[in-house]
């Protein structure tokens, strides 16, 4: 049985921006660097296999994958070009044993097709693409029922009680749930049930435009180490980031935008994605991510003989979540 408490799944997998990506060049480098080689490319191994088994376990159609090929975009002027071009061989010749071939190249000769302005350089690789959320969470909803998995929506879990013999999950209205074991899988909203773990909520804000005729960009997007993203959607432009502007504020589980955000993502429309062009706004929106205060392993493990978690996922859930959730299952199968 899955408790959700929403009605309806209500979490970043119906929020996020649907990228199924494995990392940027800068973000790889700067993790390379930050982490050593055996962390950060081990979660770029993951990241990788875990869109495979995603993709072979749900299907293409299942979770509207389509192979548009990813981007990193470096404006002019920008500090993190020079480093990414010197370590750009060197992350291929670290990339190649994971993906069988070249994972990036450049492509500076895209960016006036693609419509971008102050855009002085393009890294693109072939393996990367967009899913549809909706699609993704019906297909497993879907799945999940016909392998006998009852969903129950508006189940707020507010206590879990454990001991030897079995697990009481205490609902906020009172009803007390007994089972056996546990996969604890509430990621960002963990804080409020396991406040003694290491997980600590990031909020993201997204905006989508309404469709542009003749929209020239195609294909996922990041700048800056990843902090900004977007992507054609719907005939307009999903875009979101920017939580790098202020990350304290952004350490919520509270939904909201704020205009400090939102109007540094529209500057991006009409300074680098949109130049030129007519545009409006027709949604906006915002989800919960979760960290560690030290980096972004997830946290896989068991807490107690019957109850594991599975949380942290960051910016990569629709990547890393298939394996996340297979070994929290193993976890619970020791158990
Ligand atoms: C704006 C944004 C953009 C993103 N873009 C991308 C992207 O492009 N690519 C990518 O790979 N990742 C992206 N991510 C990250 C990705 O969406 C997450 O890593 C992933 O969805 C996490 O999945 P999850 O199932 O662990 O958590 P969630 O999807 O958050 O699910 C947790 C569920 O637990 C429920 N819940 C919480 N507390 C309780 C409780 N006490 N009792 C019962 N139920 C509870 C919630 O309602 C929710 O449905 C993005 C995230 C955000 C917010």
């Known amino acids: 049985m899955v408790l959700e408490r929403a009605a309806f799944p209500d979490g970043a997998t119906v929020r996020n921006a649907g990228f199924a990506c494995f990392g940027s060049p800068s973000e790889l480098l700067h993790d390379l660097d930050k982490e050593g080689e055996t962390v950060a490319l081990q979660r770029a191994e993951e990241r990788w296999h875990g869109l495979l088994e995603l993709r072979a376990e749900l299907g293409d159609e299942g979770i509207g994958y389509e192979a548009t090929g990813g981007h990193e975009a470096f404006v002019t002027g ?24 070249t994972t990036f190249c450049w492509a500076d000769d895209l960016i006036e097709h693609l419509g971008l302005g102050g855009v002085d350089h393009l890294a693109r690789t072939e393996f990367e693409g967009a899913i549809d959320s909706a699609k993704l969470i019906r297909s497993l909803m879907q799945k999940a029922q016909e392998e006998g998995v009852l969903i129950r929506g508006n189940a707020d879990v507010a206590r879990i009680a454990s001991d030897a013999s079995h697990v009481d999950l205490i609902l906020r209205d009172g009803t007390v749930i007994t089972t056996e074991r546990v996969a604890v899988a509430t990621n960002g909203f963990t804080p409020a049930l396991m406040p003694e773990l290491d997980v600590v909520p990031a909020r993201g804000q997204v905006l989508l435009t309404a469709p542009i005729p003749a929209l020239r960009l195609r294909g996922t997007f990041h700048m800056n180490e990843g902090f900004y993203y977007f992507r054609d959607c719907d005939g ?14 952004e350490r919520t589980m509270q939904e909201g935008l704020t205009s400090l955000i939102q109007s540094d993502l529209e500057r991006l429309l009409r300074d680098v994605i949109l130049p030129g062009q007519e545009f409006s706004i027709a949604n906006r929106w915002s989800g919960t991510m979760a960290f560690g205060s030290a980096g972004k392993t997830p946290l896989v493990e068991r807490i107690t003989d019957r109850v594991a978690v599975a949380v942290r996922l960051g910016g990569m859930g629709v990547a890393i979540g298939i394996r996340v959730a297979r070994r929290a299952a193993a976890l619970l199968d020791e158990a």
């Open 78 to 101: 920008d500090a993190l070009y020079p480093p990414v071009a010197e370590g750009f061989e060197r992350l291929n010749d670290m990339m190649r044993p994971i993906t069988g071939t």
């Open 236 to 249: 307009g432009i999903l875009l979101g980031g920017a939580r790098h502007l202020d990350v304290e504020g």
